[in-house]
């Protein structure tokens, strides 16, 4: 599988962006997917997950209530809706995929597939 973030970009504090990524391949459905972000001079970190059809997602608890992961598996792309964006969300954003819930959900072990990375800044 391979995948291609897109959608990032400047905004303001308060704004909203929403990010993509796009899958190769006929078997995304087969794919739990997630998103993570890496701030300068920090540590990777788990931002949301969804389920192979879309019926269930995780949050970390920093972006609770204000992002938002879905996906289509007809277009396969899945997407993250970031609202209410605040200065400290500013972080390289990237898609991952892996057909095991262990690697999204409950991470124990490392996503097979990643994204690029998509930049989002936020200015206060």
């Known amino acids: 599988v391979q995948l291609q973030a897109s959608g990032g970009g400047l905004v303001q504090a308060g704004g909203s962006l929403r990010l993509s990524c796009a899958a190769s391949?006929?078997?995304?459905?087969?794919?739990?997917m997630g998103w993570f972000r890496q701030a300068p001079g920090k540590e990777r970190e788990f931002v949301a997950g969804?389920?192979?059809?879309?019926?269930?997602?995780l949050y970390a608890d920093s972006v609770k209530g204000r992002f938002t992961i879905s996906r289509d598996n007809a277009k396969n792309t899945v997407y993250l809706q970031l609202n209410s964006l605040k200065p400290e969300d500013t972080a390289v954003y990237y898609c991952?995929?892996?057909?095991?819930?262990?690697?999204?959900?409950?991470?124990?072990?490392?996503?097979?597939?990643w994204g690029q990375g998509t930049l989002v800044t936020v200015s206060s």
């Open positions: 391949g006929r078997t995304f459905s087969s794919y739990y």
């Open positions: 991952a995929a892996d057909k095991s819930p262990a690697a999204i959900v409950v991470r124990t072990t490392v996503p097979e597939y």
């Open positions: 969804i389920s192979w059809s879309g019926g269930s997602t």
